[in-house]
């Protein structure tokens, strides 16, 4: 990877220059201008935490290397908090081009267990991350209602939800894709 990094012309059979193309579509930013100053990767916060380095992404995307930026487990440590995005000098949108390879990677059913089980709970219950009887009783506690303004309270807009990952087949590729095993 260091090697790549080097050659701005970089091409072998493991780099295809449509990557970049579906990247910038996707994503509608401009890779391409990155000049791999590394603001966005010292602006993460997952960066001191992990591996993850939003500057080699981009990279990646620039140099075609569609395989090494859809396998990377990496690929799913940013919580598209958009920091990288607010300070780019080059207004690259860096969050939205590792968006774009996250779409780009469920098309090849690259995606995170974890993922995928939060598609499917958001199907269910409209939370990701839906509450609980501990949570309910602190809410109590509190003095607020058991749920939140929420799916939670008002069920009947999770058919709404669930139309629109419907169009997109979500939760039946989630579905599909957990049934077949590890990814
Ligand atoms: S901040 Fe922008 S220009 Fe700098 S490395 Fe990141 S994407 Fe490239
Ligand atoms: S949006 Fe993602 S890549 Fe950008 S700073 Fe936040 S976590 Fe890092």
């Known amino acids: 990877m260091e090697e790549k990094f080097q050659d701005r012309y970089f091409h072998t059979t493991d780099s295809n220059p449509e990557f970049l193309k ?16 590394g603001t966005c990767t010292g602006s993460c916060p997952s960066a001191p935490r992990s591996s993850y380095r939003i500057r080699k992404f981009v990279r990646r995307a ?3 290397l569609e395989k090494e930026s859809l396998t990377d487990p990496d690929l799913w440590l940013c919580t598209t908090c958009y920091s990288c995005t607010d ?12 968006m774009a390879m996250r779409n780009l990677a469920f098309k090849w059913d690259i995606v995170p267990r974890n993922f995928l089980k939060t598609i ?27 749920e939140p303004e ?8 999770l058919p709404g939800i669930r139309k629109i990952m419907d169009h997109y087949h979500m939760k039946e590729n989630a579905d599909r894709i957990l049934s077949e095993g590890e990814h």
């Open 62 to 64: 620039v140099l075609g």
């Open 150 to 157: 929420t799916t939670h309270k008002y069920p009947e807009y």
């Open 22 to 37: 579906d990247v910038e579509k996707l994503s509608r930013s401009i890779p391409h201008m990155c000049f791999q100053c």
């Open 87 to 98: 300070r780019c000098p080059r207004d690259i949108a860096p969050t939205d081009v590792i």
């Open 120 to 146: 499917q709970l958001i199907y269910n219950t409209g939370h990701g991350v839906p509450n609980n009887d501990v949570n309910r009783a602190a809410r109590v506690k509190l003095g607020l209602e058991a």
